[in-house]
């Protein structure tokens, strides 16, 4: 029988159409929190206008209120412009956090001091919402933030790395 007592908390949502689950967990060695993807797979995309939507929706905008955050994207399209703000598209690339917090006094014993891995990557397709200038077209923008070294994790943010792109080039 344990003479400890352990604890474990968790949660399961979505971001951005991405299901995530959470989890605190504490016992005599420490503390630990995670935070990963359920599914390991392509991130499914939202819309800019499905995102205003399901803001509307979770505040309980009224008309009023509605009709200022349409105006205002409706005013980033200028008269006979070819930009379409509703077919910008995200998605979730990556979201990993991973903190161990050893117990105090515990730095001293056989347990490693800690620390906390993390990876957020969004990526935002562009495609259909600019037009296609013939000479340049931008199709996507993405923004990673890491420090982690898991390989799985790494690839599901898809950015590459430099310095191995680099090597690709010279193999």
Do not use: C, H
């Amino acid at each position: 029988m344990t003479q400890s007592m352990n604890l474990a908390l968790g949660a399961n949502f979505d971001l951005l159409k991405t299901n995530l689950s959470a989890m605190f967990e504490k016992d005599d060695n420490g503390s630990k929190i995670l935070l990963l993807p359920t599914k390991i797979d392509s991130p499914t995309p939202v819309t800019l206008g499905e995102m205003v939507e399901d803001f509307k929706n979770a505040f309980g905008m009224g008309k009023e209120d509605s009709e200022k955050i349409e105006n205002s994207l409706k005013a980033a399209q200028k008269d006979g412009s070819k930009f379409d703000p509703d077919a910008i598209t995200f998605q979730l690339q990556a979201a990993f956090l991973y903190k161990e917090m050893p117990k105090k006094g515990a730095e001293d014993s056989q347990q490693p001091a800690g620390g906390t891995e993390y990876a957020f990557a969004v990526a935002v397709n562009m495609a259909d919402a600019l037009p296609d200038l013939g000479f340049v077209k931008l199709n996507s923008l993405f923004i990673a933030v890491w420090n982690t070294e898991r390989e799985v994790v790494l690839q599901q943010i898809g950015t590459g790395n430099i310095t191995k792109m680099l090597a690709n080039l010279n193999a």
